[in-house]
């Protein structure tokens, strides 16, 4: 119906970040880039830059679940350019995509402060699949890092935002972690 009116914002834009944390959650990082790459692409298109940020970091998420950690960088630079600086969900975004980054490079430091500062973010909204992912990404970079008493703190804390929004996947996968297994997962 969106490609019948013309209205390609909409399906670059909501539809694309939909389609690719569904992806992502399902464990189908390569199906999740198509979508958001092709987004990317018509986003800038068209011009419009209110949702390019985000399919932006999506698709840095994406590249670097699939260990292409050059590319995800460079695409996280494409969203700073166009996030805005109160725009929390970029921010976060990018915040924990560039952590996990930092983490799988060794520089342990600096991923948990960016980890945190994502966390930070999105604590302040009420955006809860964000602090939702956010924690998880929180998790990551401490598990990388060695720290799995803190790494299960965040996760438990995942864990409790996921039973408030009633996000059933992400709370399984969550106390998934909890039990010291690793399901497929996006952070």
Same mark, same amino acid.
């Given at each position: 119906t969106l490609e019948e009116i013309s209205l390609p914002v909409w399906l670059a834009g909501p539809f694309s970040q939909l389609y690719g944390w569904t992806e992502l959650l399902a464990g189908d990082a390569a199906a999740a880039e198509r979508q958001l790459r092709w987004a990317l692409e018509t986003l800038r298109e068209i011009g419009e @830059?209110?949702? @390019? +940020? &985000? $399919?932006? #970091?999506? *698709?840095?998420? %994406?590249? !670097? $679940? =699939?260990? !292409?950690? /050059?590319?995800?960088?460079? @695409? @996280?630079? $494409?969203?700073?350019?166009? %996030? #805005? +600086?109160? /725009? %929390?969900? +970029?921010? %976060? *975004?990018l915040r924990s995509v560039r952590s996990k980054i930092r983490a799988r490079q060794g520089d342990s430091d600096e991923a948990e402060r960016l980890a945190r500062e994502a966390v930070e973010t999105a604590s302040g909204t009420d955006f809860l699949f964000l602090q939702w992912f956010t924690l998880t990404s929180l998790r990551e970079v401490l598990e990388v890092a060695g720290r799995g008493d803190e790494a =299960? +703190?965040? *996760?438990? =804390?995942?864990?409790? $935002?996921?039973? !408030?929004? #009633?996000? #059933? &996947?992400?709370a399984r996968r969550a106390n998934a972690g909890l039990a010291g297994e690793h399901p497929e997962r996006p952070s």
């Open positions: @830059l209110a949702w @390019l +940020s &985000t $399919v932006a #970091g999506m *698709l840095a998420e %994406a590249v !670097r $679940v =699939q260990g !292409r950690l /050059d590319e995800s960088e460079e @695409l @996280l630079g $494409v969203e700073e350019e166009a %996030a #805005g +600086s109160e /725009d %929390a969900y +970029s921010q %976060a *975004l =299960q +703190s965040a *996760l438990a =804390q995942a864990v409790e $935002v996921a039973g !408030r929004k #009633g996000f #059933g &996947t992400a």
